[in-house]
């Protein structure tokens, strides 16, 4: 697999083969991507292909579960509609998934606060409903906050002694509050500025669901810090449903966790490494900065 070149020449040939229907549509390569890479195909559409040992699973989740849950979310979401199988060809499994217009939040960030904390307060209202027994179980960067205790102190140690003392006392409140102790609901898992994207500065659309789980739903809304901008997350927790003290005392400090890792993929980009994302960094710091801004 690790030689096998991903080309808009395999994944025209993957069509043919298997959605010939679809083989005809124009396809181009868009850029980005993480576990897989991507292809816009004709106007509406786009093929995914896994590209990390990881990621045929993640595909598989989305393609048994996000065609449920999308009649429901407020916000556009990529509904896988076909499914490619393993073969000599490409050996793993790769999806066809409608198209989600607009430009990742990492490029394009988030400017229309008021509207935007009313978007995404509505989109997890509705995504975090009570999930099903057989529901995915939540990854290891999803589980409890103190398990990533070590990698918080260890960014916090590189960082100027005040700021670090007020993010510590922040995360230090999140670790302490109460878990979530109702039913586990359905949470995207990894609600980031280069899973949504943007048009016009507003929020208008959420991607990338290979995070889906049943959980915490405060894993998911940190996205009023690491998503919207300077003092719309209040309005954004005014109108989310689930908004309880000590959700979002928890979800502070997933912000925070979110927000150091992507600072740090975003300098490893700067410096040219692999995996690195140099718009994550403007990303990460401004978490942080709402943070702060938000601790007494």
Not at 31 to 44: A, Q, T, V, Y
């Amino acid at each position: 697999m690790s030689d096998l070149v991903i080309d808009e020449a395999l994944v025209r040939s993957l069509l043919r083969e298997q959605h010939p229907d679809l083989a005809g549509l124009p396809l181009r390569e868009v850029e980005g991507g993480w576990d897989n890479r991507m292809w816009r195909l004709g106007e509406n559409l786009a093929v995914r292909m896994p590209q990390t040992p990881r990621a045929p699973s993640l595909l598989e989740k989305e393609h048994r579960w996000l065609p449920g849950l999308a009649p429901d979310l407020s916000l556009p979401v990529p509904v896988p509609v076909r499914i490619g199988a393993p073969s000599d060809r490409f050996p793993r499994n790769w999806i066809v998934a409608t198209w989600v217009s607009g430009e990742p939040a990492d490029a394009a960030p988030v400017e229309r606060g008021p509207e935007a904390a009313a978007a995404l307060a509505a989109f997890l209202t509705a995504l975090h409903r009570e999930a099903p027994a057989d529901a995915p179980a939540p990854t290891q960067q999803r589980e409890p906050l103190e398990q990533a205790a070590d990698t918080v102190e260890r960014h916090l140690a590189t960082m100027a002694d005040g700021e670090a003392a007020r993010l510590r006392e922040l995360w230090d409140d999140a670790v302490a509050a109460p878990g979530w102790e109702r039913p586990a609901v359905w949470v995207h898992g990894d609600l980031h500025p280069a899973n949504v994207v943007t048009r016009g500065g507003a929020l208008a659309g959420v991607i990338d669901f290979g995070e889906l789980c049943a959980g915490d739903p405060a894993v998911d809304l940190a996205a009023a810090w690491t998503l919207l901008p300077q003092g719309a997350a209040e309005r954004c927790l005014e109108e989310y449903a689930l908004a309880d003290p000590a959700t979002v005392r928890r979800s502070r400090g997933r912000a925070l966790l979110k927000g150091l890792v992507l600072l740090e993929i975003g300098e490893a980009g700067e410096k040219g490494r692999a995996g690195g994302k140099p718009t994550w960094k403007p990303a990460g710091r401004a978490a942080l900065d709402r943070l702060l801004a938000s601790v007494p």
